[in-house]
């Protein structure tokens, strides 16, 4: 074997996103112990910065050690027990994973479905809740596979007003749009690291308000996965009486998520949400000029994921090998109903610049032409 030389590239799919210089170096500093003292104080600070980024005063926050995957299988396992109802919004795949991850966790799964590249309509939600008493509502605030947003505050309130546990997945809406677990009244809410927080992929913050805590600490069952179980996982994290060990904590990665969410408070939040909104009006300007149209309405868009319909007769394939080849540049193909359809373009984290903007829309131009 021979060490791997990655090849240079320029990260504009659906993630993950460029990870910056700054990030790579945090990587790479020596590794200690993770019940060394130093270490622990890391994991405060990234306890409180998670709270912060998510407005999430007063909840558990925790980066669980594995992908945004994690975050929604911790989420959908601790809340639900064999027989719980559970209401499901699907506007794309990651809608389709949750109500899988439900029903492997003995629950009643309640699907609302929406055409894919639409936001979720609360109304048909509401309806949903209104048959009778329901655990958890699950959507996806911003829909990767589609570039559709989804109203978080209307469909968090309809959780409150069914009685119900609202499980939000904010992967790819974390640092590229609002994200507000307070003001949503939200109970579980996760991410991933490797979208608009630009760092690698492999961790996922995720927060728990005191309602999901204490529906979790009363359960009649165990949580069937152990790993993610957060009555085990809070006494390696909870800070309370020192810490147990519980698994061994990847450290070199959240020296990562840690630098990233430090140049995240360096900038501004709202800064960054900015640049995120002026890089996507810029690539949509360029966009539309080159004769190109978008999946989704303007009002439902993501400025983070741009879902861009490939023209007839046009190789949608062969377009994202070009500019592979002759850019270094990645760009996401469709999932599911859109394979073939659409090309997905980020604009996340790192990789939401002026200068993104620009290489992307010669590199698309140049291919078509
Ligand atoms: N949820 C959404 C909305 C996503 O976009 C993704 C990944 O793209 C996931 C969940 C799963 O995250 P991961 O691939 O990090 O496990």
Known sequence: MQSFQPPRRILMGPGPSDVSPRVLAALARPTIGHLDPAFQDLMEEIKAGLSRLFNADGYACVPLPAPGTAGMEAAIMNLLEPGDRAVIAINGAFGGRMAD???????????????????????????????????????????TSTGAKSDAAALCALARKYGALSVVDCVTSLGG??????????????????????????????????????????????????????????????GEGGRTYHHTAPINALYGLHESLVALFEEGQQAVLVRHARSHEALAAGIEAAGLKFLVEPAHRLPQLNAVLVPEGVDEAAVRAYVLAKWDLELGAGLGPLKGKIWRIGLMGASSTAWHVRLCLTALCEALN
């Open 101 to 143: 991850m439900a029903d492997r966790a003995g629950a009643e799964v309640i699907k609302v479905e929406f055409e894919w590249g639409q936001p979720v309509d609360p109304a048909k939600v509401e309806a949903a809740l209104a048959g009778g008493p329901v655990k958890v509502l699950a959507f996806v605030h911003a829909e």
């Open 177 to 238: 749009i609002t994200v507000d677990a307070g003001a949503w009244d939200a109970d579980v809410i996760y991410s991933g690291t490797q979208k608009c927080l630009s760092a690698p992929p492999g961790l996922s913050p995720i927060c728990l308000s005191p309602r999901a805590q204490t529906a979790i600490s009363g359960r009649t069952t165990k949580v069937r996965n152990w790993l993610l179980d957060f009555n085990l996982l809070m006494a390696y994290w909870g």
